[in-house]
């Protein structure tokens, strides 16, 4: 089998003959699934899914069967005890000589403390007109539109300044939040003011979110703090 053991990775391979599907321990306890059961069909493992996730997930692995290739989602699993998993996939089909889906090898990770930070910072982005910190929309074709007034400025400004473009600050770890899938963040400079964005990538889209939160007193504390700290050398 193709299945490697690594710490916090869950995976499964699942043969298309036999129609089951074998998985490692820590696949089990993300399921919420007794210890000593390894291996059984896939309906078991799909019966573990969310009910409103089912379709996406099945559109999703049909895709990766046609194409004999990548599959990459992320669904709520509900164990025996009611609670609700976030689960990031990825996986991949492997095809015959004569295309015909083998094997589809599955690795995934519990991602749903990101999926809360994600839900906190859209709940936040409903409100981004009461937001005195600039909230956009960063697009992969280098468009950022602005979501409230504070960004309008401050994208004018970051045009000026070609702090926007691919090699700069911004477009670093914007393409970084969206090559990894995870959240990142940056510091910039408007004026005076010193900005801290959380970069949110997010599923399935060609843009990421990005929250701005004005730092610019807790870094001249720093800075201040620094200056001090050499004097006292």
């Not at 936040?124 to 009461?130: G, P, S």
Request: hydrophobic share 40%.
């Amino acid at each position: 089998h193709l299945i490697l053991s690594r710490a916090n990775t869950a995976t499964l391979e699942y043969d298309f003959a036999s129609q089951t599907a074998v998985w490692d321990e820590e696949f089990g306890k993300l399921l919420g699934m007794d210890a000593g059961a390894m291996h059984g069909p896939a309906k078991r493992i799909l019966a573990r899914v969310h009910p409103s996730d089912r379709p996406v997930l099945l559109r999703a692995i049909q895709v990766s069967v046609d194409a004999c290739g990548s599959l990459r989602t992320e669904h709520r699993i509900v164990r025996p005890d009611g609670a609700i998993v976030w689960v990031l996939v990825r996986g991949v089909t492997l095809c015959d000589e004569d295309g015909q889906a083998e094997k589809l090898v599955v690795t995934c990770w519990d991602s749903s403390d990101a999926q809360r930070t994600t839900d906190r910072l859209e709940t936040l982005a409903n409100f981004h007109y009461e937001n005195p910190n600039p909230v956009f929309r960063a697009f992969d074709d280098g468009r950022l539109n602005d979501e409230n007034p504070a960004a309008a400025k401050l994208i004018h400004v970051l045009k000026q300044n070609d702090d926007c473009s691919s090699n700069s600050v911004l477009g670093r770890a914007l393409a970084g939040a969206q090559a990894s899938g995870q959240i990142r963040s940056c510091d910039l400079k408007a004026g005076e003011r010193t900005l801290r964005f959380t970069l949110v990538p997010v599923m399935g889209k060609a843009y990421v979110n990005c929250y701005g939160n004005d730092v610019t007193l807790e870094r001249e504390i720093q800075r201040a703090s620094q200056i001090a700290a050499r004097m006292e050398a």
